[in-house]
């Protein structure tokens, strides 16, 4: 793993940005993706920073889910705010770590990252089904630290 510069390619940025899309016809929550180069801290407790940094308690039901990668600390996190946090288990976001891992092992950032965030929306389905009228509440662009 490289540098955010050459983390991602811009088709694999659209790639991902679909996903949120799609996942978010799913379900209420809110996806984003931030990526930055380096931090000292536990990647749970940097996505934490991130996450009020971009201001992601800001949904109505706070159900906010940042995918945090520190590219070159080879580091990241999955963070569901509060009202996810409430019903689904520890072992939902292992499951979901452990899939991304099993795709940055072979370099597959993108691919891994992608099918997380769908999954992710799958399982958000079942709590916090998309309702008519629902508004983008969070932006679905890769934000970069
Ligand atoms: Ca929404
Ligand atoms: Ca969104």
């Keep these: 793993m ?7 390619t811009t088709v694999q940025e659209q790639v991902i940005i679909k996903a949120i899309e799609v996942a978010e016809k799913n379900t209420s929550g809110e996806i984003r993706v931030h990526i930055e180069n380096n ?3 536990p990647p749970l ?4 920073e991130v ?3 971009l ?6 039901l706070r159900n906010g889910v940042l995918f945090y990668v520190a590219v070159e600390s080879k580091k ?5 705010d509060e009202g996810i946090h409430t019903k689904v288990t520890e072992n939902f976001w292992d499951a979901e770590k ?7 092992k072979k370099e597959e950032f ?6 997380a965030i769908l999954e992710v929306g799958n399982k958000l389905k079942e709590f916090f089904p998309y309702q008519l009228g629902d508004t983008d509440e969070l932006s679905n662009e890769i934000s970069r630290g």
């Design 51 to 53: 996450f009020h940094l």
């Design 98 to 104: 452990e899939l991304m891992l099993s795709y940055f």
């Design 76 to 80: 990241f996190a999955i963070l569901g």
């Design 45 to 48: 407790e940097r996505a934490l």
């Design 2 to 8: 490289s540098k955010i510069e050459d983390f991602l």
């Design 39 to 41: 931090t000292e801290l």
């Design 110 to 115: 993108s691919k891994g990252i992608e099918l």
């Design 55 to 60: 201001e992601m308690e800001k949904t109505n």
